[in-house]
């Protein structure tokens, strides 16, 4: 009866994804998390809210925490995005992904993608934030499981490793 | 795992990180929406915009023309009805006749994308003849209300009356009588995942796999059984991650038995993922609460009798119903003792979406008042809230007036731990001006004695393959759902055979390969799985033993096992995998199995719902909270949490302190901001940004102190630590607004806007006061 209505358009976009340059074709009004789960499969970034509510999307672009279920993917045409895939490298756990495995800042582990990605973001401005400055800087991501407590502790502890990212 | 450099290899009491932490920090975890589905059709959910009203129209032929649409289901698919009790099953995946509460499923569509399935619920057409509908428990029971189940006499699904001792004697025998209503609103799991579902039926086979994000697979197995009629032998459920429960996902939850519903229709495999709304929406959690508290006491604050009602405003259907008014009266008892209790319960339909478990179930509102009115008591008669405690506390082992087993009790220890931590004596009535301190304890069951589907089984059964790698293989229908229940059972199988935790796996909830579980649901993993994981590893050490005592040519009893390497007193030692592999020899790879059962003596009185509430180790918790309240914003922010908990015995301190951390922030949730409403029956609060919970900018630190009774049945003396000391936050926060500013609120959650009204009215009360004096 109804056909399917006009396939939305899309445009080539070009971006960097955890150090590597792609080329997708990718429909104008597809949402950054979309793009990074369903095109590139990268499903560490969750999908936890209707938008811009709860940060479990929270991936860095060019450097800074961004809220990937309210920003289009094409809005990174050229530029540099990482996920929570990037952060273990060589082989080895980053200092936030140590810290937050050690010291239990993840429970069931949904918000913990987001949490540790808008915690990276904080630690690449300032390596030795207070108690506040943390509080502040993922007061945008909510978990259910932790009561934030071991969360804050694991981030202050990542801030003490110094030798590796 | 992080390996341990000492020298020992015993895991029991040092912080353990998660078994499946690193797929967690790595972003590896698949939850359910991770799940490959790329070849899956999109399931789509139409539903009800009325609160209450019939079925008059119901035409989904447009819809199943629209190209792109594979299957249309309604509630003609699915003449079954669903639920927890199998005396109180009366909800249909899909309505059938009548729809109960606005966002009842009604129809539901499987399209080869999302947009196509949207578009295709867009051409159904439903008209529904509405009818009264109710939002209070109040208008539900009115004499001229409609009945929503017609076999239900006044809305109301269950009433419960209990009583134990001579309550009017002792009310007669008290030196102080008081009675207070408490109102505590209804409050959500928000557990951050969203529901989803994938669902693959194999036509070829009629075989159905489901992976969803269920606490307890196995329910959720016996109920598409039923509502699909299909064999029980010819379904898989599998629960992959979780992100998060508290018990949303206890119950079948009608979006899963909907996803199999299509995915039978459309002959092929359907993911179904709910918005957030639509997570909101299918609820399930604690209801709005109003509660009647009478209490006597003595002089010395002795408790001489209690008289409770409680009216739960329970949604449109049963779920859990049933039970969370029968967990109101019967979690009364087990923490104080009081000498005659009276209980009326009454849990009532209304026309929203059903309530049901939430951490705490049943006992967390009905502790709130209980508290409250304790301390309220306390300060009339001059006695201090610890000393009040402290003067009702019972003796370890014992039974309670409602017939439940009291085995361990550490509860005069959390109260002399946080009491000491917090410098409650230095402290308290010396406060700074909008400052205060409140405390309150609370307790929980550690696992339901008598199962909802009793069917005489084991309560719980562990599976042990050790094979040719020296690797042990647990199988464990326990969900783990982020509160580490998997790394548990490895560590009480690794402790019991003093090996390494290296040489543990676990799989857990897969109907197809683990054994059946009752799931986790009243916190009884650690308490009934870890004693069942323990038998499995004593029999299979009990194999080990045998043929490295063959080998040593010793007898068995002299032989022992001491960090992986079996031994005779100090002479003839072989290691671990040389046993393995000797034991391998004779019986190939081994399977073992142990199990767990609560005695009937543990399952709770004869009376009528005597078995809620049953359970073989209550945990117990005190705490103290520490306040300041601007008196110009009303605004009330912790400053700080001070907890002990008697979990009988810490298996891993890093996930109970997680726990009590978790429970005491999720009890500060419902007592601060927390709360569901409904416009018309049109949820208002069904976004992360309406529901307030709280953030790292409202969460105080939360001092942990772990006590430890040893509970003579608990697996190693272990008891639950995730639930018991939710219940004291919200007194211990309502106790130190009173002690900061004089104000006792009787509402929960203590908004601003209700402290507002508060002092407002207390403005009004001292004006009024003077006017009269003046007058006089």
New interface residues.
Partial sequence: ?????PEAKKRLLRLRVNGRWREDAVSETALLVDYL??VAH?????????GG??G?CTVLVDGEAVPSCITLAVRCEGRSVE???A??TQGR?GR???A??????????????GM?MAAEALLRHNPQPTDDE???A???????????????ESVKAATETVHDR | MTADSGASIRQLRRPVPLIDGVEKVTGRARYTADLDHADALVGRILRSPASHGDIVVLDVSKARALDGVVAVITGDDCAYTYGVLPIAMNEYPLARGRVRYRGEPVAAVAAIDAETAERALGLIELKIAELPAYYTSEDARAPDAILLHDNKPGNVERDVHHQFGEVELGFAAADLVREESFCCAEINHAQIEPHASLAEFDPLTGRLTVQTVSQVGYYLHLMLARCLGMETAQIRVIKPFIGGGFGARVEALNFEIVTALLARAAAGKVFMELSREETFITHRARPHTDIRLKLGMSRTGRMTACELQVVQRGGAYAGYGVITILYAGSLLHGIYDIPAVKYEGYRVYTNLPPCGAMRGHGSVDTRHAFECLVDRMARELGLDPFAVRRANLLHAPTRTANDLMINSYGLAECLDRVERASRWKERIGRMAPGKGLGMACSHYVSGAAKPIHFTGEPHAVVNLKLDFDGGITALTGAADIGQGSSTMVAIAVAETLDISLDRLRVIAADTAITPKDNGAYSSRITFMVGNAAIDAARRLKALLIATAARKLEARPEDVECINEVFRVGNQSTLPFAEVVAAALVDEGAITVKGAFTCPPEAQGGKHRGGAVGSTMGFSYAAQVVEVSVDEVTAQVTVDKVWVALDCGRAINPLAVEGQMQGSVWMGMGQALCEETRYLDGLPAHASMLEYRMPTTMDSPPIETHIVESHDPYGPLGAKEASEGALAGFPPALVNAIANAIGIDLNELPATPDRIMDALIERRRQARLARTLKAAS
Avoid at chain 1, 1 to 5: E, Q, S, V, Y
Avoid at chain 1, 42 to 50: A, E, V
Avoid at chain 1, 138 to 152: D, E, F, M, P, W
């Fill in positions: 009866m109804h056909a399917p209505g789960r369903e990268l499903t560490g970034t969750k999908t936890g809210c209707d509510e709860c479990a996920t929570i895939e952060l273990a756990l936030l992904q140590r937050f495995h050690e010291k239990l800042g993840a429970q069931c582990g949904f918000c913990t993608p540790i943390i509080r502040a993922l007061s945008g991501n909510l978990c259910r499981c932790t009561g934030y407590v071991k969360i804050i």
